[in-house]
């Protein structure tokens, strides 16, 4: 069965202080994706990053970049320098070719708080 | 902006009733996902629908039914409302592909049972 688990539920940092957020999944499919969402206080999620079973280069993509490693099955993602518009709750995602549709199991969230 | 809407934003419903929540895809989107986020956790699949065919379903009881209609919109129903179905509903849209495109998602409806 797909899970995802992010431990940490609230994290606070300082305006321009480096977070990560921690994401371990389990899967039976050796096709998968993962991807990272955020959710701002109005509810809708935005898609920021994906990621695909086999490509495990990491990347950066300005302020964002994540660390894919299927030997841990972790997909960790960092936020550089963060801002405080940066506040918001933070989903990581798996999608299994398994199921053969786009349907996505989340992780509970990481609720980020950046103080000005 | 996604483009992805849904409508109402809020609802109030009475434990019993039957609502019917609706969403209008992205343009140029096929496949369309309804998830329910309880306070707190993260968003539970409940079923996506392609070329108005339900194409997969979460572990959601018969009450959750939902449609999708030749423009790609979708509608999600529920009957016998109970005060637990009280949660933010959100429906993603995204383009039939190979790869597993990400997902576009509306603001959502949040719905109170009372």
């Known amino acids: 069965a797909q899970k995802v688990t992010q431990a940490q539920t609230e994290i606070s940092v300082v305006e321009k202080e480096d977070v990560t957020l921690d994401c371990v999944y389990e899967t039976r499919d050796t096709t998968y994706y993962l991807f990272w969402y955020k959710q701002p206080p109005s509810g809708e999620l935005v898609f920021l990053i994906r990621r695909n079973s086999f490509d495990e280069q990491n990347e950066i993509s300005g302020r964002y970049s994540w660390n894919f490693q299927k030997s841990t099955s972790s997909f960790n993602f960092t936020i550089t320098a963060s801002q405080v518009v940066d506040s918001a709750v933070y989903f990581c995602a798996l999608s299994e070719a398994y199921y053969g549709n786009n349907r996505l199991a989340f992780g509970k969230g990481n609720q980020v708080v950046v103080i000005p | 902006e996604t483009g992805v809407t849904q409508s109402p934003t809020h609802l109030i419903k009475t434990r019993g009733q039957q609502v019917t929540l609706r969403c209008s895809s992205q343009?140029?989107?096929?496949?369309v996902s309804w998830y329910q986020q309880a306070l707190g956790q993260g968003p539970q699949f409940i079923f996506q629908?392609?070329?108005?065919?339900?194409?997969g379903r979460g572990n959601f009881p018969p009450r959750f039914s939902g449609l999708q209609f030749p423009n790609y919109s979708s509608e999600l129903n529920v009957n016998a409302l109970e005060l637990d179905d009280s949660a933010l509903y959100l429906c993603?849209?995204?383009?039939?592909?190979?790869?597993?495109?990400?997902?576009?998602f509306g603001q959502g409806t949040r719905l109170t049972v009372v």
């Open positions: 343009s140029g989107h096929n496949t």
């Open positions: 629908y392609y070329r108005e065919e339900e194409n």
């Open positions: 993603a849209s995204s383009p039939n592909q190979p790869g597993h495109t990400e997902a576009f």
